[in-house]
């Protein structure tokens, strides 16, 4: 079975800093990859994802992943982190085959941003 | 455009009880996920429907079943709730066609269920 390993549960950094979010899957075949994020009492909010194509893949707010396929990783980095970046956030597969819509997820990581 | 909706937003029910959670996906998507989040074991996957069908299942019990209407709109029934139930439950609405970029999925805000 498919599954999801987010490196650290709790990150913390400086306003400013390098942002990184470790994720890797563990699949023979590449499957979908997903990053989420989670504000406090909120739904799942798409940052980005790889399909096929370019491996590295831009998303919104500053957010960009590359997809490794050697390395079984697709790490999500920011170069400035900013306050309003504190969430929770979740890498997520889906399955090629059978999986349709279905979506793995890891246990995410929670960034806190400090001044 | 109107975003997942999910009703009602928080909920209280007893040991026993049964709950049903509804969900509107986005217009033209035919595809809704379920999932339930807890501290403990995180996001798991409940079911997928599409087109009134359920196309995929996770692992959870018969207590845990939905069913999909002619416009998309969902629901997520759980009877005899049990104390571990208590979860934020999501929903995510996708157009679904197939395996693709399709599957980008959208989520609602959750319902908080809480079991007492």
């Known amino acids: 079975a498919q599954s999801v390993t987010q490196l650290g549960s709790h990150v913390s950094v400086s306003e400013g800093a390098l942002v990184l979010l470790r994720c890797n899957y563990s699949?023979?075949?590449?499957?979908?990859l997903f990053w989420y994020v989670q504000y406090p009492n909120q739904g799942l909010q798409l940052l980005l994802k790889?399909?096929?194509?370019?491996?590295l893949v831009k998303g919104i707010n500053g957010f960009e992943a590359e997809f490794k396929k050697s390395e079984t990783s697709f790490h999500l980095t920011k170069p400035s982190a900013h306050m309003s970046d504190a969430a929770e956030y979740f890498c997520a597969v889906s399955p090629l085959s059978g999986g349709y819509n279905k979506l793995i997820f890891g246990a995410g990581t929670r960034l806190a941003v400090h001044p | 455009k109107a975003g997942v909706t999910q009703t009602p937003r928080y909920l209280i029910k007893t040991r026993g009880q049964q709950v049903t959670l509804s969900c509107s996906p986005i217009s033209g998507h035919r595809s809704v996920s379920w999932y339930q989040q807890t501290p403990g074991q995180g996001l798991q996957f409940l079911f997928e429907y599409f087109s009134e069908t359920q196309r995929n299942k996770g692992n959870f019990p018969g207590r845990f079943s939905g069913r999909q209407f002619s416009n998309s709109r969902s629901e997520m029934n759980v009877s005899t709730l049990e104390l571990g139930d208590s979860a934020l439950y999501l929903c995510?609405?996708?157009?679904?066609?197939?395996?693709?970029?399709?599957?980008?999925?959208?989520f609602g805000q959750g319902t908080r269920l809480t079991v007492v």
């Open positions: 699949s023979s075949v590449p499957p979908y």
């Open positions: 790889y399909t096929t194509g370019a491996t």
């Open positions: 995510a609405s996708s157009l679904g066609q197939a395996r693709g970029v399709n599957t980008e999925a959208f």
